[in-house]
């Protein structure tokens, strides 16, 4: 079992930054596949970034990959997210994920509650 509380969320004016926290205890946290999902009304719940077991992030698109970045401090046992020149779009509820890996939010088996993050134009 793993237990995922993230945090940092808010509201942002557009171009400014947040970095997001995912609190993880419970089974050993370095060995999963960890992940930040989102969601914005009336979507549905999109993968944004993963890093693997040996450091190695993925981006869901370039966009994503020039402004965000996922990390983990394996000491501290919490996954970030940091997101510069943030976008309107950018809008919506952050989850964390933890499991065997993937883009696809069926392949995690552990998820924090969300935190909102509100980027105003």
């Known amino acids: 079992q793993v237990q995922l509380v993230e945090s940092g969320g808010g509201l942002v004016q557009a171009g400014g930054s947040l970095r997001l926290s995912c609190a993880a205890s419970?089974?050993?946290?370095?060995?999963?596949?960890m992940a930040w999902f989102r969601q914005a009304p009336g979507k549905e719940r999109e993968f944004v970034a993963l890093t693997g077991r040996m450091g190695i992030s993925t981006y869901a698109t370039d966009s994503m990959k020039g402004r965000f970045t996922i990390s983990r401090d394996i000491a501290r046992n919490t996954l970030y997210l940091q997101m510069n020149s943030l976008k309107p779009e950018d809008t919506a509820v952050y989850y964390c994920a933890a499991g065997a890996g993937g883009v696809a939010f069926g392949e995690y088996d552990y998820w924090g509650q969300g935190t909102q993050v509100t980027v105003s134009s």
């Open positions: 419970g089974h050993t946290f370095s060995t999963y596949v």
